[in-house]
């Protein structure tokens, strides 16, 4: 059975943005059409809150593919030489069962979180968007700059980190990759977040860093860092403030802090979700709907969206003749 190994690398340079977002829109509507089967994630707290290990399996057809990406998440590496996101994604055809494909989970998260952040902005933004406040600077702010730059007209970004000197580095590489944008660190999150017209949460923290006081009229925000049902980038007033759409419900509902712990304020019940993005794309809620309106989506992550970002990769992999291939078991002799 050959199997197909991609690295980092080989990853990245398959899965540009823009052909990711294309694959993160089809996904989504499969799910939004039944199209796909996916449990909650299962996660391993690991002692001492240094860590966790994520497995998130999931079918999606199209493109009838079987994924499951193992992952650890380790926040403590930020700033360091290790990502704070490492794993593999592992593909399945659906037809005999067979592993077709191992690939960096590293950077199919970072490219595909970003992709799904890209298409809910180009969706709830307001079509002259150019303002973006980044909060954080780590991989998450390097590749939702690039969604940004896909989804709107981007001309001037703001970088606000609790590290200065990444702030820094996050400055410099934005302003080389991309010549002529105004790229600014600033010293405090309310600096970068007032007046913005996009605002991007892609933090580690626990504990809100934004404030629904600073946001202005008209913003969207995308907020992506937060994972737990114990860890949040929003305070309440900003999440009951916004018009929300999410990944999926269910998700949402069971894993999502930024939502959960304003609703157990009673600052609101479920039908404060709006939609879900998928929902969107097939026209069955509404969107933006005055200038004035802030929009929020909530990114938790799917497993589908890994799955659809390896079946991708690895199409491209196949016609560049890109990767590894190696020789496992699974076919047995007659």
């Not at 010549?179 to 933090?203: F, M, Q, S």
């Amino acid at each position: 059975m050959p199997v197909r190994l991609l690295d980092q690398e080989q990853v990245t340079a398959l899965l540009g943005m823009r052909e990711c977002m294309g694959a993160m829109e089809e996904a989504l509507r499969a799910l939004a059409q039944g199209g796909a089967v996916m449990p909650l994630r299962t996660v391993l707290q690991l002692p001492g809150g240094r860590g966790a290990f994520g497995a998130m399996p999931a079918h999606l057809d199209p493109p009838d593919a079987i994924g499951l990406k193992a992952i650890t998440v380790f926040p403590g590496n930020e700033g360091t030489a290790y990502d704070s996101h490492q794993g593999v994604v592992l593909l399945f055809e659906a037809t005999h069962g067979s592993l077709v494909a191992v690939l960096d989970a590293s950077s199919i998260t970072a490219i595909r979180t970003a992709a799904v952040s890209g298409v809910a902005t180009r969706l709830l933004a307001a079509p002259e968007a150019g303002v973006l406040a980044m909060i954080g600077s780590g991989v998450q702010a390097d590749t939702h700059l690039d969604a940004m730059m896909v989804a709107r007209p981007i001309r001037e970004v703001r970088v606000a980190s609790r590290q200065p000197a990444n702030a820094a580095r996050f400055v410099a590489r934005s302003r080389a990759r991309y010549a002529g944008l105004k790229v600014e660190a600033v010293p405090t999150v309310e600096d970068a977040v007032r007046g913005a017209e996009i605002v991007c949460t892609v933090t580690s923290s626990r504990e809100p860093v934004v404030a629904g006081a600073w946001l202005a009229p008209g913003c969207h925000l995308n907020a992506v860092g937060a994972s737990l049902r114990s860890a949040r980038e929003l305070d309440s007033d900003a999440v009951a403030r916004a018009k929300l759409f999410v990944d999926r419900r269910e998700s949402t509902l069971a894993e999502s802090g930024d939502f959960l712990v304003p609703k157990s304020e009673g600052r609101f019940g479920d039908d404060h979700i709006r939609g879900e993005i998928g929902e969107l794309l097939l026209g069955k809620v509404a969107g933006r709907e005055d200038d004035g309106e802030i929009t929020l989506f909530k990114s938790l992550g799917l497993a589908i969206e890994d799955v659809a970002a390896a079946h991708f990769v690895l199409r491209e992999a196949e016609r560049f003749g890109v990767g590894s291939v190696i020789e496992l078991g699974g076919m047995r002799d007659e």
